[in-house]
Nanobody, 119 residues
Framework: QVRLVESGGGLVQTGGSLRLSCAASGIIFPFYTMGWYRQAPGQQRELVATITRSGVTNYADSVKGRFTISRDDAKSTVYLQMNSLKPEDTAVYFC?????????????WGQGTQVIVSS
């Protein structure tokens, strides 16, 4: 059974920092591209950052220079360091794991962790 469990969300003031973690189980973690997505109330889920199995990262323009995604394959965990937080960063943050096989793409999502940035 695949599980992605996010943690580290909470309430923080504008300009503050949070570090999200996503612990994976049931997958061969090093083979997966990992990502963080977020969904604010009434809005579609959007990409925040991704990191490939080789460590190549990609960020949404809105978080470049403020957020950093990283992974620890030994711990099957992906992190999102969020600095200089803004009220518009308020959302539920979801962890995603995906891997392309020859005939299918495996995609798994976590349940999400709430981040609230107060002004």
């Amino acid at each position: 059974q695949v599980r992605l469990v996010e943690s580290g969300g909470g309430l923080v003031q504008t300009g503050g920092s949070l570090r999200l973690s996503c612990a994976a189980s049931g997958i061969i973690f090093p083979f997966y591209t990992m990502g963080w997505y977020r969904q604010a109330p009434g809005q579609q889920r959007e990409l925040v950052a991704t990191i490939t199995r080789s460590g190549v990262t990609n960020y949404a323009d809105s978080v470049k220079g403020r957020f950093t995604i990283s992974r620890d394959d030994a711990k099957s965990t992906v992190y999102l360091q969020m600095n200089s937080l803004k009220p518009e960063d308020t959302a539920v943050y979801f962890c995603k794991a995906d891997r392309e096989f020859s005939l299918r793409i495996a995609v798994y999502w976590g349940q999400g962790t709430q981040v609230i940035v107060s002004s």
